[in-house]
Nanobody, 120 residues
């Protein structure tokens, strides 16, 4: 069984910072990409940032403000969020593409989500 557990969400004023963490645990052979998505009320879930190896990609709305990083030894992905805006308010979900055993396919896993609220 595999779990993705997020932490670090909360309430912050506009212009502030938060750091999200997501640790993958359980029977894991290999992790390919890890990412953060978010979903605001009444909106579709959207990709915020993704990291595969040394390659990263960001949504245009967060470029220059958010930084995704990864600790492969800990199977953990981070999202450093600076200069937060009220429109960043959403539930943030961790995502991982991982194989549980050798020669198994890479499957998609999601965390339970963590709320980020930015007040104006």
């Amino acid at each position: 069984q595999v779990q993705l557990v997020e932490s670090g969400g909360g309430l912050v004023q506009a212009g502030g910072s938060l750091r999200l963490s997501c640790a993958a645990s359980g029977s894991i052979f290999s992790i390919n990409g890890m990412a953060w998505y978010r979903q605001a009320p009444g909106k579709q879930r959207e990709l915020v940032a993704i990291i595969r190896g040394a390659s990263t990609n960001y949504a245009d709305s967060v470029k220059g403000r958010f930084t995704i990083s990864r600790d492969n030894a800990k199977n953990t992905v981070y999202l450093q969020m600076n200069s937060l805006k009220p429109e960043d308010t959403a539930v943030y979900y961790c995502y991982a593409e991982l194989a549980r055993f050798p020669q198994n396919p890479y499957l998609r896993y999601w965390g339970q989500g963590t709320q980020v609220t930015v007040s104006s």
